[in-house]
């Protein structure tokens, strides 16, 4: 079986050129490789723009179309809406009542986005507690890894906290104690006292000589002991560890490197910040705004000679070009022998080569809408599975299986 993978991303509007070299490309990567699931995080996408009521719909399948046209395929990649899995809820919840305040104040991106989006009011407990979401997202589904930029990865180290204090919890039955000495009393009078001196010792200085040892007898005792059970074996294990079954996966963070595209203006490209391009952005419209864009502001006529490095459209040369072009770039801007326009052909050209196909993949599905929802019908059938079957194992363990 294949590792699963999991990520979503917020629809909040179409997808630009950053989302495609930052996240996309590299989903398109992944769903090769591993079980991927893919999701519309909308209730994410609520916590900074819970007022947007009326275009969410639109972002949800609009930014569906932008992911199926960069590559992901419905057959590899398993793709869901969020809001569609009421689970996603239930587990948030369930994890929040022993989640400790301090872990989510603590998150750096917190007070990070705070600051950047002033003109939000988020001080909400939607807005605190997203990492929380977040955290669900990942262990509904037991997912192993997450790819994840740098300023993610304390989103990751989080959901494995949650994860490790919910196992610590919940992962052994209410009668632990009980089972543990049923299973102790099958053990040779000396190899239950072996045990118990490997755990303490284990248990006071973590000695990885100790634990195997205590393992070695536990599996001896699977082999000889009669009416020994997977289950004495279990819950010795889980006595000697001092912990109990692993019912959410901590998953691992997947570093994977990614391209961080300036925009038009040269800082990062973002919606908010009005200098991006859109995936499927109008080849005209992509043409002018690239015409229009700033170059080195030092380089104010034809005839005076440039540096690149202040130039944002360098950059972009930086993503687009081959070498040989790099290179003419470089040579016509340091000694005048190019102007800014004619700089700026190869990366119109490259940018509109690259948008060409995901317009025509994205086609079928802007003229008939009930395409995508079939594929995300479908997706969401598949999540909601594995969702339903971690939800079992989460109730059972805290208690809630009267129902
Ligand atoms: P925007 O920043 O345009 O408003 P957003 O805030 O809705 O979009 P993010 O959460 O910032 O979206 O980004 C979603 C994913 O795309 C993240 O993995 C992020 O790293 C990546 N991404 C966004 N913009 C860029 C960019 N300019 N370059 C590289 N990756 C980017
Ligand atoms: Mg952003």
Redesign the pocket.
């Known amino acids: 079986m294949r590792a699963r993978v999991l990520s979503g991303?917020?629809p909040?509007?179409a997808l630009?050129?950053?989302?495609y070299?930052?996240?996309l490309k590299n989903w398109v990567r992944l769903q090769a490789e591993y079980d991927s699931f893919f999701f519309v995080a909308d209730w994410h996408?609520l916590t900074t723009h819970y007022e947007e009521r009326d275009v969410m719909e639109r972002f949800v399948y609009d930014m569906v179309i932008d992911w199926i046209a960069a590559g992901l395929d419905p057959q590899q990649s398993t793709i869901f809406i969020q809001s569609r899995l009421p689970e996603h809820a239930e587990l948030f919840t369930l994890l929040a009542m022993g989640t400790p305040l301090g872990w989510l104040e603590r998150v750096p991106t917190y007070k990070d986005q705070m600051e950047k989006l002033k003109d939000r009011d988020l001080a909400t407990y939607g807005f605190l507690g997203y990492p929380l979401l977040q955290a669900a997202d990942i262990l509904i589904y037991r997912a192993a890894f997450v790819p994840v930029?740098e300023?993610?990865a304390s989103h990751v180290e989080l959901t494995r906290e949650v994860a490790r204090r919910f196992n610590h919890l919940y992962g052994r039955p209410v009668d632990f104690a009980a089972r543990v000495a049923a299973s102790i009393a099958k053990l040779p009078k000396d190899d239950a006292r072996y045990l118990e001196k490997q755990r303490k010792a284990f248990g006071e200085t973590g000695a990885a000589e100790a634990l195997a040892k205590g393992e070695n007898l536990i599996a001896k005792a699977a082999r000889e002991v009669a009416g020994w059970t997977a289950d004495d074996t279990e819950w010795l294990l889980g006595h000697l560890r001092g912990s109990g079954r692993s019912i959410l996966v901590e998953p691992q963070a997947l570093h994977t490197e990614?391209?961080?595209?300036?925009?038009l203006d040269g800082t990062?490209?973002?919606?908010?910040y009005g200098n991006?391009i859109a995936m499927r952005e109008e080849p005209a419209q992509v043409e002018a705004k690239l015409r229009k864009m700033p170059t080195d502001p030092q380089r104010v006529r034809r005839t005076d000679p440039g540096n690149p490095e202040r130039c944002p459209v360098w950059q972009f040369h930086k993503v687009y070009s081959d070498d040989s072009t790099r290179d003419w770039v470089v040579k016509g801007c340091t000694t005048a022998g190019i102007g800014c326009l004619e700089c700026k052909q190869p990366v119109i050209d490259a940018i509109l080569r690259q948008q060409a196909p995901w317009r025509e993949r994205a086609e079928p599905y802007l003229t008939d809408p009930k395409k995508v929802k079939a594929i995300v019908d479908e997706g969401t059938d598949r999540a909601r599975s594995v969702a339903q079957n971690t939800m079992q194992d989460v109730r059972a363990a805290m208690g809630l299986r009267y129902r």
């Open positions: 991303m917020r909040t509007g630009h050129l950053g989302h070299h930052g996240a996408a930029g300023d993610q990614v391209t961080k595209l300036p925009g990062k490209m973002s919606k908010s991006a």
